[in-house]
């Protein structure tokens, strides 16, 4: 905890925006004990909840007062699809209760200026990728958005959907379109939708939809 309340703080002597904390959900109790033992030497970034959104709320809760931003994801709105593809059909259910307890803690975006560039000081962001073949699951995902929380949250619609998937893989055998990236008509759809939405302020990708830099290196 000590180490890490220390990188922090050199994170901030550093000139860094934010402390982005990565999938940091199975560490919960000693990464708030760090923020502490950080705030109390100076550390004044805002800490980022940067997480799946299969969280429960419970686990949640402990994290107010520590964390000033989320970002999420909402991967699906559709269980069927959420079983299909990742084999948690209560996905939609969580994230969805997870996601309306970090609005609830984060609040709608606050905005300063650090270095001569923006950053988000407080709110919630909120990312989904689309995928190729289910622009229709996707447009559910911003009908759910808009309709529960406004313009209370900030939306980052992504691209870059790259497809790992051996060929013969039987998931292949029932959604193909998966075997490709995603086209610029299907992008353009989703952005046309969250123009009509009222989506006002949300991030979008430019570019080639997918790129060798998006794939992990899994042997690692």
């Not at 220390?6 to 990565?22: P, T, W, Y």
Request: glycine fraction near 6%; charge should be negative.
């Amino acid at each position: 905890m000590d180490e890490l309340a220390s990188e922090m703080i050199s994170l901030q002597e550093a000139g860094a925006m934010n402390v982005n904390l990565v999938t940091p959900t199975h560490f919960a109790p000693s990464i708030r004990a760090s923020i502490h033992m950080a705030r109390e030497r100076g550390l004044h970034l805002p800490i980022v909840w940067n997480t799946s959104g299969y969280e429960t709320v419970e686990a949640l809760r402990d994290n107010a007062g520590f964390v000033d931003v989320y970002l999420t994801d909402l991967k699906y709105a559709d269980s069927r699809l959420a079983q299909e593809l990742s084999r948690a059909a209560d996905y939609p259910t969580w994230a969805l209760k997870a996601l309306e307890e970090m609005v609830s803690q984060a609040g709608e975006p606050v905005y300063d200026y650090h270095q001569g560039s923006q950053r988000l000081l407080r709110g919630v962001v909120v990312r989904h990728l689309i995928l190729p073949g289910q622009v229709e699951a996707s447009l559910e995902v911003l009908h759910l958005l808009r309709s529960r929380f406004g313009s209370g949250l900030l939306l980052s619609l992504m691209s870059q959907y790259t497809p790992v998937i051996p060929s013969g893989s039987p998931i292949l055998c029932s959604f193909p379109e998966l075997g490709r990236v995603l086209t610029s008509d299907e992008y353009e759809r989703m952005l046309d939708a969250a123009d009509e939405l009222g989506f006002e302020d949300y991030f979008w990708q430019e570019g080639d939809p997918a790129q060798e830099s998006f794939i992990p290196d899994f042997g690692i």
